[in-house]
């Protein structure tokens, strides 16, 4: 095994989850762990607290006159549930193959250690990097990046950069360099449907009594038309309809509805029509139901009327939708349709913009001929359809894009069981790395 992959198992093995306060030492033992690396290449890390988990900045030696390049990651990883279904221990790192098993290990652990020793390998070789580099890590973004947007702000002066770099995306496939111009923003609810005020016995009183699953169940029809149109008034009035160089794009890449389908195990698509399953995935807004429940969920039966049935839902959004906007349509269209025998409570969750670039510009182009060096490929432009909300708050607060390069295979199972990171993508990351500041130095 070579040095840089015993770093990364030894990086891998913190269970550094954040959204479970068991581990919140092991958090801040990740962090130091990649203060230590920074100072060992030379590199000036700062480990700032915030109410949650800490925020790592390292920087190189300034070189005044050279572009300065952020590069953010996020050392938290997701809870390991269900354990049952690993075929290795979530933390022990285990090669087999090109593989390497471990959760972190894609996400975002592989990603941005590559990235992290792209810049000792040049600092090595040369002694100094083509361009100021800016490394932001933060222990919060499984949980929605409470503290970043604050800490941007705060420290806006201090982190002022030309461009990020994002390694936190995916690939079309094994060996095809793909750089994400656009992500889908999100909106989130809860809804919740009260009925009697205990379970009812559905034989005394069924068929004169409000029914509350029945009722989340006719509301969630309603959200959709039978050709997969979002039904809720208003969902579209902001929507930006795809380019035609990007639907020409997409058609040209390897049969995006044959790999959906490979991908997911389904039997067939369904989605809104007239756009193709890539098309639906990476441009096109969605009104999804997360969860529903309602009423006894035990073995055999139990012939009761529920009090109360709920519903989760998310919406991804496209460029120019306003999250709030559309969580206030989502409400009132579930109110309007709730029957008078009902009472409905909506519960408005998290939300985030949708962040689209142009891959045209020089960045861009720059990032563009940096995948190509890295892979020994064209590049591939795709957007893709989860959210990065900090994505957005970055151009926002500090005024750059973000190059989103990402090095996530269709199979690695990020936030399942089995997640796995290729040997062959963490040394390809290491030169795009190389590569991205060589090419952002112009």
């Avoid at 092991?26 to 203060?35: M, P, S, T």
């Avoid at 039997?267 to 969860?291: I, K, M, S």
């Avoid at 559309?326 to 579930?334: F, K």
């Avoid at 432009?381 to 151009?395: H, T, Y």
Wanted: proline share 8%.
């Amino acid at each position: 095994m070579t040095p840089q992959l015993t770093e990364f198992f030894e990086f891998l093995r913190f269970p550094s989850i954040s959204t479970d306060s068991r581990h919140r030492e092991d958090v801040r033992k990740c962090a130091g762990y990649l203060v230590e690396k920074f100072n060992r290449m030379g590199l000036k890390p700062e480990l700032h607290e915030t109410p949650g988990h800490p925020i790592i900045v390292a920087r190189s030696e300034v070189k005044p006159g050279r572009p300065t390049v952020l590069i953010y990651g996020h050392y938290d990883v997701q809870p390991v549930d269900p354990v049952s279904e690993w075929s290795t221990p979530p933390f022990e790192p285990t090669l087999v193959g090109d593989k390497i098993y471990c959760r972190g290990a894609t996400d975002n652990k592989g990603q941005h250690f590559s990235h992290i020793l792209g810049v000792e390998e040049t600092l090595k070789a040369h002694g100094e990097l083509p361009v100021n580099v800016i490394f932001l890590l933060e222990g919060e973004e499984e949980i929605g990046s409470p503290n970043l947007a604050p800490f941007l702000e705060m420290h806006k002066d201090s982190l002022k950069c030309d461009v990020c770099a994002v390694s936190d995306t995916g690939m079309i496939g094994p060996g095809i360099p793909t750089m994400t111009y656009g992500l889908r923003g999100i909106a989130c609810l809860e809804f919740k449907i009260h009925g009697p005020t205990l379970d009812l016995h559905s034989g005394v009183y069924g068929g004169a009594v409000p029914n509350p699953a029945t009722m989340v169940a006719r509301l969630v029809s309603t959200l959709h038309n039978e050709f997969g149109k979002v039904q809720i008034p208003g969902f579209y009035d902001s929507v930006v309809d795809l380019e035609p160089w990007e639907r020409a794009m997409w058609a040209a890449l390897p049969d995006g509805n044959a790999a959906t389908i490979a991908e997911t195990g389904v039997h067939g698509l369904w989605g809104e029509a007239g756009y193709t399953a890539l098309e639906q995935r990476w441009g096109r807004p969605t009104a999804e139901v997360n969860g529903i429940g309602g009423g006894y969920q035990g073995e055999g039966s139990k012939t009761v009327i529920p009090r109360e049935a709920m519903a989760k839902l998310s919406f991804r959004l496209v460029p120019d939708q306003n999250p709030q906007e559309i969580l206030a349509l989502a409400a009132a269209h579930l109110k309007a349709h709730c029957p008078d025998s009902c009472r409905i409570e909506v519960e408005l969750g998290h939300y985030g913009p949708a962040y689209v670039m142009d891959p045209h510009s020089a960045h861009g182009k720059a990032a563009q001929r940096a995948l190509q060096r890295a892979f020994s490929g064209e590049p591939r432009l795709i957007r893709e359809g989860g959210s990065i909300p900090i994505i957005q708050a970055i151009k926002n607060i500090l005024g750059v894009d973000s190059l989103l390069l990402g090095l996530a295979l269709p199979d690695c199972q990020i936030h399942a069981p089995n997640e796995s990171f290729t040997v062959s993508n963490f040394e390809g990351g290491i030169r795009l790395n190389r590569a991205l500041l060589e090419e952002l130095a112009g």
